[in-house]
């Protein structure tokens, strides 16, 4: 029997539908494992589904910034489209199939979690999910952080049951946009003094991530971290290679920048692939800096 998600009008949520169609009963006993496919039988592999157990949920094509390098999770850039947003009848429906099957985390995801129009909704929303899914331990949110500069926002995010969010900084140079490939947008510092600081004051013991992606610039990438780390913040760098159908040649200065770091900071310096077009400075090549 296949379970499939009807799009159905929901009051004070004005988004457009999306169809998910699932066949439960294809997949009775699946698990996550990250074992490499090469290294398992054919039987094997039926029985896994590829990852960690993570779920990334696009809420919304929507975002505040115009980023060059936006991968909008893989869909157009989010300006060239129209905007369109999941429903929260769909969220949850996903949510339910997804914990039966073993998913242990979820990160809402856009365009921009912060301009979704259900928002204050998904908030309260977050709560009833973690008591109604208890297997799903981790749940939060990646955003620019532009969006919840709004104080209603900031409120309703600080007082959530999210337990994790990553902040996407490209710099924090005096009066450059945290994204400077943006044509919009607020400066990195506006957005650590009135958005990081405070929420890390509210968030005691709660995740934040910084994700700085690296377009050439060692220097302001280096500052992005140096400004994380007298937070007590951990750092994803990413590396811009071949994002929306362009080509960068910044892989030796990448290198450089994953010596330069782990020589300040006295780390082993490790590399690690992290999907098409980017790659990334693993969390644990900060291994000296506690997972807060």
Same mark, same amino acid.
């Given at each position: 029997?296949?379970?499939?998600?009807?799009?159905?009008? +929901?009051?004070?949520?004005?988004?457009?539908?999306?169809?998910?169609?699932?066949?439960?009963?294809?997949?009775?006993?699946?698990?996550?494992?990250?074992?490499?496919?090469?290294?398992?039988?054919?039987?094997?592999?039926?029985?896994?589904?590829?990852?960690?157990?993570? +779920?990334?949920?696009?809420?919304?094509?929507?975002?505040?910034?115009?980023?060059?390098?936006?991968?909008?999770?893989?869909?157009?850039?989010?300006? +060239?489209?129209?905007?369109?947003?999941?429903?929260?009848?769909?969220?949850?429906?996903?949510?339910?199939?997804?914990?039966?099957?073993?998913?242990?985390?979820? %990160?809402?995801?856009?365009?921009?979690?912060?301009?979704?129009?259900? =928002? =204050?909704?998904?908030?309260?929303?977050?709560?009833?999910?973690?008591?109604?899914?208890?297997?799903?331990?981790?749940?939060?949110?990646?955003?620019?952080?532009?969006?919840?500069?709004?104080?209603?926002? =900031?409120?309703?995010?600080?007082? #959530?049951?999210?337990?994790?969010? #990553?902040?996407?900084?490209?710099?924090?140079?005096?009066?450059?946009?945290?994204?400077?490939?943006?044509?919009?947008?607020?400066?990195?510092?506006?957005?650590?003094?009135?958005?990081?600081?405070?929420?890390?004051?509210?968030?005691?013991?709660?995740?934040?991530? =910084?994700?700085?992606?690296?377009?050439?610039?060692?220097?302001?990438?280096?500052?992005?971290?140096?400004?994380?780390?007298?937070?007590?913040?951990?750092?994803?760098?990413?590396?811009?290679?071949?994002?929306?159908?362009?080509?960068?040649?910044?892989?030796?200065?990448?290198?450089?920048?994953?010596?330069?770091?782990?020589?300040?900071?006295?780390?082993?310096?490790?590399?690690?692939? #992290?999907?098409?077009?980017?790659? %990334?400075?693993?969390?644990?090549?900060?291994?000296?800096?506690?997972?807060?």
């Amino acid at each position: 029997m296949s379970e499939s998600i009807e799009i159905a009008s +929901l009051q004070r949520e004005p988004v457009e539908g999306i169809r998910i169609s699932v066949n439960d009963d294809a997949w009775p006993s699946l698990r996550f494992n990250n074992i490499a496919p090469n290294v398992t039988s054919a039987e094997e592999r039926d029985e896994f589904i590829p990852g960690r157990g993570d +779920l990334r949920i696009s809420l919304t094509s929507a975002c505040n910034l115009r980023c060059s390098y936006c991968h909008n999770e893989g869909q157009q850039a989010p300006w +060239l489209q129209a905007k369109t947003s999941a429903m929260l009848g769909n969220i949850e429906k996903l949510l339910e199939i997804a914990g039966r099957h073993g998913v242990k985390s979820v %990160k809402f995801s856009g365009g921009d979690p912060g301009v979704y129009p259900g =928002f =204050f909704m998904l908030m309260d929303a977050i709560a009833l999910w973690r008591e109604r899914y208890p297997g799903i331990r981790k749940w939060g949110i990646c955003t620019n952080g532009g969006p919840f500069l709004a104080p209603k926002k =900031f409120e309703a995010l600080a007082a #959530s049951r999210l337990d994790n969010i #990553s902040i996407g900084i490209d710099s924090v140079e005096p009066g450059e946009p945290s994204k400077p490939s943006s044509p919009v947008g607020v400066s990195g510092k506006t957005l650590v003094d009135e958005f990081v600081v405070p929420l890390l004051r509210q968030w005691n013991g709660r995740s934040i991530k =910084f994700d700085s992606v690296f377009t050439g610039d060692k220097q302001r990438v280096l500052n992005v971290i140096r400004a994380a780390r007298s937070l007590g913040i951990n750092v994803s760098v990413l590396e811009i290679n071949g994002v929306m159908g362009t080509v960068h040649a910044k892989r030796s200065k990448f290198l450089e920048l994953i010596t330069e770091t782990a020589q300040e900071y006295r780390l082993q310096p490790r590399l690690s692939l #992290s999907g098409p077009g980017l790659r %990334k400075l693993p969390q644990d090549a900060f291994a000296g800096f506690p997972d807060r």
